[in-house]
């Protein structure tokens, strides 16, 4: 994943922030000069800034796609397939502009990696395209690692109004650092699965999830992620693989893992076309889980961890 070049139509800038007059300065002018020109522009933020931006912008709000990142972003890894590119793609004869707002201060730890990610991935799944993507930052409730990563996923920051180029941009370097081994608990049973196997180690996971407490308006969910994953497992990943389900915190989670090699850093994040046949799998997971969570490397195979909330 190179970095992008001066002459690339792709703007994505972080904005550093502090309080809501500040928030509303770097994004309030930003969505009215893309409606000035004619762009298509979307707002994707947390609930409570996102009413901060709809009230500042009175009638105008109702020229802008707004939508609650806590809810349509809930997942990091569905944000550039179903949140970013759905609607640029809806408007792929004119510039886009967006805000997308993906990291807030209520992340947690285990959410943060893949949060990350997804902001160094921007820049590969938007190379080449007519869009501006502003990603704001909450630089007084955030953690100082936070804004160096943004600083790493970004080519410029904005702060207090001022625009600099930064010298520590590496969005491949951060996807590299953040690919870390996932590991399970110690007495979580490990279950080894093939193709003759799989429609038994569906069944035996919903039972799982739900002896652990997962809702039954979401087991239907679960077993699908699950068939998806393992039945990925058996066509791409060596013909079997092994499954461990458990409960954490507010989550059930499955794990899957095989000798497959996901060469692709946009695999699960390339929006389906109409015409596709096959190469859904892993989107339909980041759409139904709550969080996906990767590891993947040469010689170490593929493991995903699925987080269903409880």
């Known amino acids: 994943m190179n970095a992008m070049t001066e002459t690339d139509p792709f703007v994505h800038p972080a904005l550093f922030y502090r309080g809501e ?19 298509a522009v979307a707002v994707a933020v ?36 179903r949140v970013l590119r759905a609607f640029a793609d809806t408007h792929a004869t004119r510039r886009v502009r967006i805000i997308g707002e993906p990291i807030w201060a209520g992340r947690t730890e285990t959410e943060y990696p893949a949060c990350v990610q997804h902001e160094a991935l921007i820049n590969l799944a ?51 650092r953040y690919n870390q081994p996932l590991d399970a608990p110690g007495d979580a049973p490990s279950t080894p699965y093939g193709a003759e196997s799989l429609p038994d180690v569906r069944h035996a996971a919903a039972r799982r999830a739900a002896e652990l407490g997962l809702p039954e308006s979401r087991l239907g969910d679960f077993a699908l992620a699950v068939a998806e994953l393992t039945t990925n ?28 090699l996901l060469a692709d850093p946009l695999a699960g994040r390339h929006p389906a076309s109409r015409d596709q046949r096959g190469g859904r799998g892993l989107l339909l997971v980041h759409v139904l889980a709550d969080l996906v969570r990767l590891h993947t ?4 195979g593929t493991t995903i961890h699925c987080y269903f909330a409880r």
């Open 21 to 39: 007059q500040e928030y509303l300065a770097g994004t309030v002018p930003f969505v009215r000069a893309g409606l000035d020109a004619g762009e």
């Open 297 to 300: 490397a040469p010689g170490e």
């Open 126 to 176: 938007f190379r080449g395209r007519e869009a501006t993507i502003l990603c704001p930052y909450d630089a007084q409730r955030l953690e100082e690692t936070v804004l160096a990563d943004a600083h790493a996923t970004h080519p410029t920051i904005i702060e207090a109004g001022t625009q600099d180029t930064s010298a520590s941009y590496a969005p491949e370097a951060v996807v590299s």
């Open 233 to 260: 497992s058996v066509i791409h990943g060596g013909g079997a693989g092994t499954l461990r389900i458990w409960s954490k915190d507010q989550y059930v989670v499955c794990e899957v893992r095989d000798a497959g």
């Open 46 to 81: 947390p609930g409570a800034n996102l009413e901060l931006i709809r009230a500042a912008l009175g009638e105008q709000a109702s020229r802008v796609r707004l939508l609650d990142m806590t809810e349509a972003g809930r997942n990091p890894g569905r944000i550039i397939p």
